[in-house]
């Protein structure tokens, strides 16, 4: 099975982290021969290359790029897949129609127009394959599967790294440094929370407005912007609690890294968390942009470890039953066998 996957995600974020995951995993299991288009992201690069995959990396610098166009267009031809799998609205709109089934990862309530010419959707939450239902793709065309979360090999990090008493009760948020993201919100609960100590594992363009909201809040001292970092696992050992504020997310691939890595979880009704997290046996749910019930709802897990330990366990079983690697890894490798089992796909108007 030849398969060529193409994203042209940004430097950070939730979608290029699962792309990386998945691809590493996709290598070490040996099932497809694979190869992997990507924007230039030196970083990005460096992670594939060093876990043996084929990369190219092109420009994608907008969705009219004809060079991008042109050199992927020349790169599928020279591969002859059976699937081209795209990520994301960019990578969609510069992929060519050929012999091959084209499909789509879907992480979001995207724009349809980028995947008129498409043969098949993959919505990664239940909602997101509802709605392209709703907007007329064939049940038979659009597919769910879930995320994984990769668990690295990397050891607790050290709290004195970052000045952190091992006393000290320790949050961690995982994701960029956008509004949506409302660790502002997040920022106004610690204020609530005396004694306990945020880590910021992120980047983005609300950093520097953050910061100056720490320090008006006095919250500074026990707030530590760490950088996006790639070794969560290293992160998630070491922290008491996940906290997951967005105001705005369809899927939210943290809760899956808080159950995979067996953490208290408490996130905001955004439509993804929501429909993944059952408040209360996996995880606590809070309303959005409510910080006295963010912190409310930290303060009960910190001060009850026998609910804290309850919610672990669901999510354990959650991730054994739907969202480990060999299902997902699975589910991508079963797909891939019935939509090429009749060879090249007729096109859909």
């Known amino acids: ?10 430097a950070h974020g939730g979608a290029e982290t699962v792309f990386v995951d998945l691809n590493l995993t996709f290598q070490e299991i040996d ?10 992201e030196p970083a990005r690069l460096r992670r594939l290359e060093a876990g043996g995959c084929r990369v190219t990396a092109l420009g994608f610098r907008a969705n009219w790029d004809l060079f991008t166009r042109l050199a992927l267009k020349r790169l599928i031809a020279r591969e002859q897949p059976q699937v081209v799998l795209t990520w994301m609205n960019r990578a969609a709109a510069l992929c060519p129609t050929g012999p091959y089934v084209k499909a789509a990862r879907l992480g979001g309530y995207y724009d349809l127009k980028y995947y008129r010419r498409h043969d098949h959707l993959i919505g990664i939450v239940p909602g997101i394959v509802d709605y392209l239902r709703r907007n007329g793709w064939p049940a038979e065309r659009c597919h769910f599967i879930p995320n994984f979360c990769r668990v690295g090999p990397e050891p607790a990090e050290p709290r004195d790294r970052h000045s952190t008493p091992d006393d000290a009760p320790l949050l961690l948020f995982l994701g960029r440094l956008h509004r949506k993201k409302a660790l502002d919100v ?32 006095g919250v500074a001292p026990r707030v ?17 609690l996940c906290v997951f504020p967005s105001r705005y997310e369809p899927h939210g691939n943290v809760v899956l890294d808080a159950w995979s890595h067996n953490v ?3 996130a905001a009704a955004a439509d993804g968390p929501r429909e993944l997290i059952r408040d209360g046996i996996d995880g606590l749910v809070v309303p959005i942009d409510d910080a006295a019930a963010l912190a409310t709802a930290c303060r009960r897990l910190l001060d009850a470890p026998d609910l804290a330990a309850t ?18 890894v699975g589910a991508y490798l079963d797909l891939f066998e ?12």
């Not at 609530?192 to 320090?215: M, N």
């Open 1 to 10: 099975m030849k398969v060529i996957q193409v994203m042209a995600g940004g």
């Open 31 to 40: 099932r497809i021969d694979q190869h992997l288009v990507i924007r230039r």
């Open 186 to 217: 997040l920022l106004a609960a610690l204020e609530r929370l005396p004694g306990c100590y945020l880590w910021v594992a992120g980047a983005g363009p609300e950093e520097t407005a953050l910061r100056a909201l720490a320090d008006t809040l």
């Open 224 to 240: 530590r912007f760490l950088g996006w970092r790639a070794d969560k696992t290293a992160l998630l050992r070491t922290a008491d």
């Open 264 to 266: 208290p979880l408490v």
């Open 311 to 328: 919610l672990v366990a669901g999510g354990r079983h959650r991730v054994a039953a739907t969202y480990s690697r060999d299902a997902v």
């Open 338 to 349: 019935r939509v090429t089992r009749n060879g090249p796909p007729r096109r859909h108007a």
